[in-house]
């Protein structure tokens, strides 16, 4: 079974930086993209961020460009996100996620909130 374990999530206030991890289990991590989502309240669940899996090709929405980085660890099973430079409306709740083609199922872990306020 494929799991997701997002953490480092939080209140930060305008201008701050969070960093998130995604530790994976249940699937071969070495071989798969992996993409981080966010999705906030009463909007649709969007894509932040994608890393390839060797980690030799991220892809940013343009929203973040510039002030988000995706990272990975393949020894650790892990996937991070840098986030600098955090505005309010990078408010939402973030999901790592990965599509194995496969199966045809895309999973998702359960989230984490980070809330930028002053």
């Known amino acids: 079974q494929v799991q997701f374990v997002e953490s480092g999530g939080g209140l930060v206030q305008p201008g701050g930086s969070l960093r998130l991890s995604c530790a994976a289990s249940g699937l071969t991590f070495d071989t798969n993209g992996i993409s981080w989502y966010r999705q906030a309240p009463g909007m649709e669940r969007e894509l932040v961020a994608t890393i390839t899996s060797t980690g030799d090709r991220t892809i940013y929405a343009d929203s973040v460009k510039g002030r988000f980085t995706i990272s990975r660890d393949n020894a650790k099973n892990t996937v991070y996100l840098q986030m600098n430079s955090l505005k309010p409306e990078d408010t939402a709740v973030y999901y790592c996620?990965?599509?194995?083609?496969?199966?045809?199922?895309?999973?998702w872990g359960q989230g984490t909130q980070v809330t930028v306020s002053s």
């Open positions: 996620s990965t599509y194995i083609l496969s199966r045809k199922v895309r999973y």
